[in-house]
């Protein structure tokens, strides 16, 4: 996690974002991941090179990232009627599905919440479930492959280009 929050830029942080996790955990019923609660409590929610987007409990306008944790389930559901092929429920519930970013608005990253908390993969799949590809790792490994260049994403091989010619940028949201 440390080379990706260099490559972020936010290594400076000296103060930790206070985050109520426990409170969080309660709201929605589930745990966090110990990788995705570290990383938020030194990196705001941010846009990677304008494409990737870590939602972050903090980020402004207050609720945001609630709303968006409850509500693409939501919304995968509705396109879920038209995919029954797809194998993987949208509710926060073992087997389901909890977001935590997105790419573009085209693709949720999500945790696909089967066994232990910290060694859930994490689940590629566009909105209209149409495609998706599972990636067994942490959100910071995930992060760290997709800047890569080279990502082993099928589906994301399109941001090769753009991580591997441009600098890493990445900004508050």
């Known amino acids: 996690m440390t080379e990706l929050v260099r490559m972020l830029r936010f290594d400076e942080r000296t103060t930790p974002y206070q985050i109520d996790w426990d409170g969080l955990g309660n709201d929605l019923g589930v745990t966090f991941p110990v990788d995705y609660r570290e990383l938020l409590e030194v990196v705001p929610g941010v846009n990677i090179q304008s494409w990737v987007h870590l939602w972050h409990p903090l980020q402004s306008p207050p609720g945001t990232w609630r709303r968006r944790v409850t509500g693409w389930p939501t919304t995968l559901e509705m396109f879920r009627?038209?995919?029954?092929?797809?194998?993987?429920s949208t509710n926060r519930e073992p087997g389901g599905l909890l977001p935590w970013g997105d790419v573009n608005d085209d693709y949720v990253l999500c945790w696909y919440m089967?066994?232990?908390v910290d060694d859930w993969p994490?689940?590629?799949?566009?909105?209209?479930l149409t495609e998706w590809e599972i990636f067994q790792g942490t959100v910071a490994e995930f992060l760290l492959d997709l800047l890569s260049g080279n990502t082993s994403s099928r589906i994301l091989q399109f941001l090769n280009e753009e991580m591997a010619t441009r600098p890493v940028e990445a900004s508050p949201e």
């Open 114 to 116: 089967e066994g232990p």
């Open 122 to 128: 994490i689940l590629v799949v566009d909105y209209s």
């Open 81 to 88: 009627e038209l995919r029954p092929e797809f194998p993987f």
